[in-house]
């Protein structure tokens, strides 16, 4: 049975970090694509940030970019969302997201096969 558990989230002020961890059972996370989501109340699931199988390619969405790092370690099977500046508008669950086939990190959640339960972020004074 493939489980991707998240962890790391909680509150944090507003221009504070945060650093999201999914770890994989049943899973190898180095031989597939991965990607984090979130989705905050009343709003769609918004992709986030991906990383590919090989060469560490990644993509964000412009809202994060250049305040969020996905990275992966292969040796610990997990992948990490490092989240810096955060604003109150980043609040949401966040979900991280593995693909099982053909070549694809981007931010189409339809096209990711498991996932995990969802971490809470909350920024707020």
């Known amino acids: 049975e493939v489980q991707l558990v998240e962890s790391g989230g909680g509150l944090v002020q507003p221009g504070g970090s945060l650093r999201l961890s999914c770890s994989a059972n049943?899973?190898?996370?180095?031989?597939?694509?991965m990607a984090w989501f979130r989705q905050a109340p009343g709003k769609e699931r918004e992709g986030v940030a991906g990383?590919?199988?090989?060469?560490?390619?990644?993509v964000y969405a412009d809202s994060v970019k250049g305040r969020f790092t996905i990275s992966r370690d292969n040796a610990k099977n997990t992948v990490y969302l490092q989240m810096d500046s955060l604003s109150p508008e980043d609040s949401a669950m966040y979900y991280c997201?593995?693909?099982?086939?053909?070549?694809?990190?981007?931010?189409?959640?339809?096209?990711?096969?498991?996932w995990g339960q969802g971490t809470q972020v909350t920024v707020s004074l």
């Open positions: 997201a593995a693909r099982q086939g053909p070549s694809y990190w981007g931010l189409d959640h339809t096209r990711y096969n498991y």
């Open positions: 049943g899973y190898t996370v180095s031989r597939s694509s």
């Open positions: 990383i590919s199988t090989v060469g560490g390619y990644t």
